[in-house]
């Protein structure tokens, strides 16, 4: 099956997870695609001033990959610069939070999978 550029099912996040600003969500594959073993796997794009609060995962890791801009990461207490091509891990029970630090949208493929 392929999927086209432009056919993704696009929500956009006001505050999410009780962050600052706009999320848009592109949804890559279904839970269903992914056989239930995962929620999400999307392409993010926050807003410049933007961000995602700060948030656990329990029973569940998430990757994030870079794709573009200039990121602000709080790896379960750790501030951490990331940039393109950077990938970060969230293990089940820690936490994390991610903000838009530059002056253009920052894209990140992000992938939550079941543990």
């Keep these: 099956m392929v999927k086209r550029n432009g056919s993704y099912p696009a929500k956009r996040v006001e505050n999410m997870k009780d ?9 890559l594959l279904t839970p ?5 073993k995962g929620r ?9 001033g933007s961000s995602i ?39 089940d029970g820690k936490g994390h939070s991610v903000k838009n630090a530059g002056a253009t949208p920052l894209k990140i493929l992000a992938v939550i999978l079941f543990t």
């Design 53 to 91: 609060g700060y948030h656990v995962h329990e029973g569940e890791m998430e990757a994030y990959y870079v794709l573009s801009g200039e990121a602000e990461l709080d790896d379960n207490g750790e501030t951490v610069a990331l940039n393109a091509g950077d990938t970060v891990y969230t293990a």
């Design 40 to 48: 999400l796997f999307s392409v993010m794009t926050i807003d410049p």
């Design 32 to 36: 269903d695609e992914l056989y239930n």
């Design 19 to 27: 962050g600052e600003g706009f999320v848009t969500l592109e949804s």
